[in-house]
């Protein structure tokens, strides 16, 4: 367990796998600057949304907000170990960059 985030596989199989992240805090509207590399937010933070969704022709990242949770899928074919260590690489940046902004209790 990483002091930010906790991480669980909920489904390895041929065609996809299934990693879920519980966060220590509520991601903020920062967090669509850190992705921006993987593509757009289809529902982007803001005020009334707690939900988000990026899908790209490899993976699926959907997440919500309220509950602190992120869950992201790997598609049938993906380089798996790749798209999730720079997944979590993004979100661990994110994460830090959030402690150096705002408090320190991460």
Not at 5 to 19: A, G, M, P, R, T
Not at 32 to 39: A, D, H, K, R
Not at 56 to 71: A, P, S, V
Request: one cysteine or more; glycine letters at 6%; charged letters at 25%.
């Amino acid at each position: 367990m990483h002091l930010s985030f906790q991480i669980d596989l909920l489904k390895n199989c041929l065609d996809e796998q299934v990693w879920a992240y519980r966060l220590t805090k509520p991601i903020t509207k920062e967090f669509e600057g850190f992705f921006s590399s993987f593509g757009t937010l289809k529902y982007p933070l803001g005020d009334s949304f707690s939900f988000i969704k990026l899908e790209t022709k490899d993976f699926l990242l959907t997440g919500n907000i309220g509950l602190c949770e992120l869950k992201l899928t790997i598609k049938h074919g993906a380089h798996s170990s790749y798209i999730k260590e720079t997944f979590e690489a993004a979100l661990l940046n994110y994460l830090k960059k959030e402690v150096k902004d705002g408090d320190k209790d991460i």
